[in-house]
Structure formats: C-alpha cells, structure tokens
C-alpha cells in the first residue's frame, strides 16, 4: 500500500474495560491539538521504524490492525509497507479525526479505515478479520490487564502472525499519570503477558528513550508469533 486507509468510524456502545486513558481526555475541541505533543512526533517516527526492523512488511500482502490507534501516527508511519491497515480505538473523536484524514487524503477503505470499537476477541467483530501483523503503540500501560488486552490482540492474529508492542519499561518514578501502569513494565512482564496469550518466539528490546511528561524513559518494543498450528 503505497499510502494508508481510513473510512467513517463504525460507532459501537462499549465501556471498554481496556480502557486507553491516554485518548479518553481527547475530544472533538481539542483532538488537532494531539499530533502537536513532542512525544507524539517521536513516538510517531521512531515506533513504525523499529517495527519495520522487526517484521518483514510487505506492501502487496500484509495486512495490518493498529490496536488503540488514536489518530493514526503509527498507522500513516506503517502504510506505505502494508497491503492494508485498519486502524481500532475506543474514542470517537480520535477515531473521527483519523477518519477525516483518511477522507481528505483520497485513500480508498479497502486500504486503511477506522474502527470505533471495544474489542473483545469474537468472532463478529472487525467482520471475521485476521491479520498477519497487529501493532499497538504506547497503549500498554493505560490497561488495567495487559494478559487480557494481549490474548485478545491474539485472536485477531493469523496462524503465524506477529504482535508488536511499543511501550516504556519499568522505571524508577512513576508517570504522573492516572494509569493502571504508569510505571512502565519489566521484562518480565511484558514476556509473562505474550506467553500465557500463547506467542512463541517472544523477544523484548529496548530500541530508544523518549520523553514522558518530563521524565526520560526507555522505549521497548515486544514481538511475539500466533502458533501456526
């Protein structure tokens, strides 16, 4: 896909009980303002690099789920290497936003397009569809079960597709943040998560530091593979 895919979000009711607070304070008055934070700039250039170190995109064959997309900085970073993307988040007005974006860059449905949707791992959601890749970036750590969110993202994988999640270790000061985790993970925890969702081959690496609200933390990105049989 030489660019990505959006198309008007599919309004769902949920209560999200992975819930991603870092977009629950993002609505439609200030929503423009997001894509302005320095950590978004950062994360939105350095994250689909490493991802695409990680994993051999192709743009005629993979197909792509940006799980708590926002307004698709990772998504516009992965679509010129993928067949397709749909992108997946709880909040309207960041769905809205990506939505708007997709619309005024021309770029078919069929390529990328927008979801708002609580998912739970059914088979009726996101219509039946699996994906080669599923990526979720700075998201981990507003979720109250990392093992939940992580054996769902499972589910809408293919038999020997590749989770990768982009998120910040364990550090000595907690975020000033109210989040679930908002002192980032350990190793530990993060391979504890892939591996009782039944991911194999799981490998864990620190790839840069960013800044979150003020403090320098490290980067991780987290890579797993759905079983083929």
């Not at 979000?9 to 999200?16: G, L, N, S, V």
């Not at 900085?73 to 997946?88: D, Q, T």
């Not at 982009?166 to 989040?179: G, I, L, N």
């Not at 530091?209 to 083929?228: C, E, M, N, S, Y």
């Amino acid at each position: 896909m030489s660019h990505s895919q959006a198309e008007g979000p599919h309004t769902h009711t949920h209560t999200h009980s992975h819930s991603h607070g870092s977009h629950n304070g993002w609505t439609g008055d200030n929503v423009h303002l997001y894509e302005r934070q320095p950590i978004a700039g950062e994360m939105g250039d350095k994250v689909p690099q490493a991802m695409r170190k990680a994993y051999p995109f192709d743009e005629d064959t993979t197909t792509v789920m940006d799980f708590a997309c926002g307004t698709g900085l990772i998504a516009r970073g992965l679509a010129p290497y993928c067949k397709s993307i749909v992108g997946v988040d709880i909040n309207p007005a960041m769905v809205a936003h990506f939505a708007e974006q997709i619309h005024n860059q021309g770029i078919p449905p069929e390529e990328m397009c927008v979801v708002c949707a609580d998912l739970k791992g059914v088979e009726s959601e996101l219509d039946g569809q699996q994906f080669d890749v599923v990526v979720c970036s700075a998201a981990y750590h507003h979720f109250e079960s990392i093992a939940d969110v992580t054996r769902t993202l499972c589910f809408f994988l293919k038999p020997g597709g590749c989770l990768l999640v982009a998120d910040f270790m364990k550090s000595a000061e907690p975020m000033p943040e109210d989040v679930p985790n908002n002192e980032g993970f350990t190793e530990e925890d993060i391979r504890g998560a892939f591996v009782g969702a039944g991911l194999e081959e799981v490998s864990i690496n620190q790839f840069t530091k960013a800044r979150f609200h003020g403090q320098l933390v490290k980067i991780f990105l987290a890579k797993g593979t759905k079983p083929t049989a």
